[in-house]
């Protein structure tokens, strides 16, 4: 039986796949192994071991993290235990330290071999769009505690306008109208590289919100105050500009996780920290060697609507090489970027594909894909209970 490890780091297969972590990218991965042990339809006439290695005790669904901290209640939803997802495989709790082609070394000195490796280690961000520590238990105080914060804070500064800081300020403002939210960014554009509709909707949006916007500029030093604590200060942005505010959250530098690739014994980091991969998401230089997700170097924004398509090539290839055939399927980024950003549960905007071209779609579409329940519903059918 082969071993196939998927590293968060792991290893599964009668060959063995090791697969590691990365949220959406293991999820994927993850939750066709599971279809693919139970003897379905890609997984007819194959055998493997499957080893999902990562150091947190939980799934967390990153898509719902802002909600949890304005809406405490909602928390509980974002995190999955493990092992309802890969019910026919083993899952160690450790963290990857070295990889190599034929398997992983942990820190707890642990080697764990594959025969085939796929790495979906994703990328850290700051709190709160992803959670500070690996145990639910821990990331469920985290959230109530800077929720406490929040809620006792009247003016809110957030440092970043991308997605993740848009979103952020649309939850605030659901659960607290009334609060003051100032957002700075150093781009003069929301969003640029999507339809010139998409932003109008947009900035109409957070007209209503009441947001106060700050494009083009940035500030000259970051808050002395550490980012989710109450505690009134007040900053300068480069144009001389004073913004006063009482917690401050940081919404900008998405980071691959990459340490355990620093030593160079598996491939060779590119300037921006991620791995080149070949249209059948191989590792550039390894056969039986893959990577999904936000570590690879695919031109194209991270999203884990694109790690979940690279899942599917990565399992229909592994399945093909233990059947004694080449690897066949690829991935071709989208010709249009894609994005449903949701500002709380009812407003957001969002880009979808279609045969003619990007589409603009309205809030109402927006909520009804993503807002409501930041796929809470999906993730819920798949694992089963939440691990909180």
Request: net charge negative.
């Amino acid at each position: 039986m082969d071993r196939v490890a998927e590293r968060g780091p792991t290893d599964v297969g009668t060959e063995s796949l090791a697969q590691g972590a990365g949220n959406h990218e293991q999820y994927g991965c993850g939750r066709r192994w599971r279809l693919w042990r139970r003897g379905g339809r890609q997984g007819a006439g194959t055998r493997a071991e499957v080893v999902l290695i990562d150091p947190r005790d939980s799934f967390v669904n990153a898509a719902g993290s802002l909600r949890a901290l304005a809406q405490p209640t909602w928390a509980a939803n974002i995190f999955f235990p493990f092992a309802t997802l890969l019910t026919a495989g083993t899952v160690i709790r450790d963290r990857a330290i070295s990889v190599d082609a034929v398997g992983v070394t942990l820190s707890s000195g642990r080697r764990v071999h594959a025969d085939y490796l796929v790495l979906a280690t994703g990328s850290s961000y700051a709190y709160p769009a992803k959670p500070r520590s690996d145990g639910t238990e821990d990331g469920l105080a985290d959230l109530r505690r800077t929720h406490k914060e929040l809620a006792d804070a009247d003016r809110v500064l957030i440092v970043g306008a991308g997605p993740v800081g848009l979103e952020l300020a649309g939850e605030i403002k659901d659960v607290w109208p009334r609060k003051a939210v100032t957002i700075v960014d150093p781009a003069e554009t929301l969003l640029p590289t999507f339809e010139p509709g998409l932003r109008e909707d947009l900035h109409r949006q957070l007209d209503d919100l009441d947001l106060d916007l700050r494009l083009g500029t940035s500030l000259t030093t970051l808050p002395a105050t550490e980012a989710g604590r109450a505690e009134p200060f007040v900053v300068t942005t480069t144009e001389g500009v004073e913004i006063a505010a009482d917690i401050w959250f940081q919404a900008y530098g998405a980071r691959p996780n990459n340490d355990y690739l620093g030593d160079g014994r598996l491939t060779t980091l590119s300037a921006r920290g991620q791995v080149a991969v070949t249209d059948t998401l191989n590792v550039a230089g390894h056969d039986r060697v893959y990577a999904v997700g936000d570590l690879t170097d695919i031109a194209e924004d991270k999203l884990a609507a694109y790690a979940l398509r690279h899942a599917e090539v990565v399992v229909e290839n592994i399945t093909a090489q233990l059947r004694g055939e080449p690897p066949t399927a690829t991935y071709q980024p989208l010709p249009h970027p894609i994005i449903l950003l949701p500002l709380g549960p009812r407003g957001g905007v969002g880009q979808m594909p279609t045969p003619e071209g990007p589409a603009v779609v309205p809030a109402a579409t927006v909520a009804d894909y993503k807002g409501v329940d930041l796929f809470t519903g999906r993730f819920t059918a798949q694992f089963g209970p939440t691990a909180a």
